[in-house]
DNA sequence: GATGAATGAGCTTTCATTCAT
DNA sequence: GATGAATGAAAGCTCATTCAT
């Protein structure tokens, strides 16, 4: 009934409002009012599109994560070297991300308060990213390019954590720089490890 | 006479009914009552020690981060070779945070509140985990276990980065299982890579 | 749609219910609850048409006043005589406070709690409420009734002292008697002041 | 038990404090620490020397009331003509307060809150002032120099209200100026009136 | 669908007062 | 008498949510 298509603007408003406020001001310091007011709407309409203040947390993950995951399995599908798909993956992570600080900072921090985390976390599109993620390991290792005794659930795990943590880092510093100059490193990092392997060759460009 | 080491739990007794409480019911749900209650003091008493409910929260993080610290230090100082101290550094991480879920939810979730997060991430003690991180790669790095161009801050980060979403996938999948099992494939990950080097050989063990 | 109109009394209502409560328990042991009971309304309510408790002083204020200052003038505008005005405006002044011993006791106790106290002596109705008694001296003087010399700025302060009294005095009194009863003297006293004698001259320059 | 010699300073020092505080911040504003800090002695001193907060008020009073109604009455004393004591006593009263800004702040608005207004104002060292002020004008009745039907209890409140008004007009108007200075004038208004013909008679009746 | 006035539960914080030392 | 840590009651105010229009 709420589809976006009927209010083309209205949902879609609330929500950037929602991110705006939330990353400037934080969760609990935006008011209903104060996102209602920047979207241009009355604070009654809010409750149209959503169930209380907490859902906007859920919606907003999923407004951003359904294009992006969409993004990225049309951008996966163009390359046919595992490698490269996981290198495509850090780059749209911390591109998507890096792109847009206030998103990023709601992202990082906002979406984590303890109701709704739990939720975010373990079900729908973090867990298609995980599984992504791992699909690009296990194609990797059957390749293999992979090590054959990788446990690609928690190497998975290993570089979303990695990612994850180049971004918070990032927000907290103030989003000064550019996040995607990291991917390189992360990437050689990730595949070939600290140590200095006797044949040491071919570095990540 | 009225030293806070005449009542020797009370400040303590407090984090300790707050950490309890955030970690079961969430820092907003928490009221001061309930941890005055279970603290064992009045509510007012806990201003007396915190100036406010906010301040609880990076109080928490050193409470727990000093000893931490403190410890780790001790028992890298036992260890001559860089990736042990790495390994022993890991393993520590793990088992501090695996060995009570509570505190592991305050510290993955809890107390990533918007306000205090920036102010705990930016200052003080994480940073002084970070450097002793980076310590030990730089000793990796001019010992010769570690690759001699490793950007030793930025694989700090990453290796935090994995440790700390181990810990959260864990309390979020409701910390079951023991955390310290993971130890060694993440140190193994960490050191070699993804890839599987021509002459790989002989994992961690 | 939602006009304050529509919903005709709730201000009035909460005023009033304010000046009774004022009145008897005073201002601090007044709560916003008893006030929005009283009112009909919900203690939210209270700070829709007003900013907080202490702002429903100046209001309460500026509620008896500024109907009060527009039937003075009316009233003043029907005498010619100076004279006559004078005693109009006293007569006035006794009875709106004397026919009301709630108002009369939150207008000469509880408005000049501190907070707000100075605000309403320095601004707005009273200073109007001077000026007018000013008025009248000064077209007295020019009509020859009142003395050359009269410090007009001074004597409307003092008759406005002297009225402030008499009502103080009958409030703590507990309201009993006609405070009205007190014009005759009052007025004989401010025109002819305390001394006998009609040849009675060399004032003390 | 209390007495002041036998801690000479201690309970002086807190009602100076208190004046001092009072008169700054006002009386609910002014925290019992904040008068234990200003007058050197612990919080709970404060409760040796006075029942409660609200019980500084009198006590404030009486202190300043004591020694100015001792000093009035010699003063009186030295004067025979009821003229003259008039006229000393609204020295007095102006320049006792005229002289300290602080303490005519807490004398014209701070002691006049709700719950011990009334008692100060119905009882004690007030009536006294009332009393001697009524004496003055009786004994210039007898005299013959104020009017045969003079009505003193109601003169003698308006000679009072007159005062405090000028009072409060300058505490309000920030202390500025020399309140001494209106002496002159507001005698020759209580004496004489405001009108001019010596030979107007035909009071009001 | 939109509105926004009205609601009222809920909680942090303050601070006068107490009392063990 | 003096102290000041501890107490805990008390209430102003906010703001998510509702619902009559």
Redesign the interface.
């Known amino acids: 009934m709420h589809d976006t298509r009927e209010q083309p603007g209205k949902r879609a408003r609330i929500l950037a409002a929602a991110i705006a406020s939330f990353s400037r001001h934080?969760?609990?310091?935006t008011r209903i009012r104060d996102i209602a007011r920047a979207a241009g709407v009355a604070d009654g309409t809010v409750y149209l599109y959503f169930a209380n203040k907490e859902d906007l947390l859920p919606a907003i993950f999923e407004e951003v994560m359904k294009p992006y995951l969409a993004d990225l399995e049309v951008e996966l599908a163009r390359l046919a070297d595992p490698?490269d798909k996981?290198r495509k993956l850090m780059e749209m992570h911390l591109s998507r991300l890096g792109r847009d600080r206030g998103l990023a900072t709601v992202f990082q921090?906002?979406l984590?308060?303890?109701?709704r985390?739990?939720e975010i976390?373990?079900h729908g599109y973090l867990n298609d990213y995980f599984r992504i993620i791992q699909g690009i390991?296990e194609a990797?290792r059957a390749d293999?390019?992979?090590?054959?005794?990788?446990?690609t659930a928690?190497?998975s795990?290993?570089i979303?954590?990695?990612?994850?943590?180049?971004v918070?880092?990032w927000v907290?510093?103030g989003g000064e720089g550019d996040l995607t100059e990291?991917i390189d490193?992360?990437h050689d990092?990730?595949?070939?490890?600290?140590?200095?392997?006797?044949?040491?060759e071919a570095?990540s460009a």
């Open positions: 934080g969760f609990y310091r490698c996981l921090v906002e984590r308060h303890a109701t985390f739990m976390y373990a390991l990797g293999g390019c992979l090590r054959e005794n990788l446990d928690q190497a795990s290993a979303f954590g990695m990612l994850d943590e180049a918070t880092a907290v510093r990291r490193g992360l990092l990730v595949v070939h490890g600290l140590a200095c392997t006797p044949s040491d570095p």
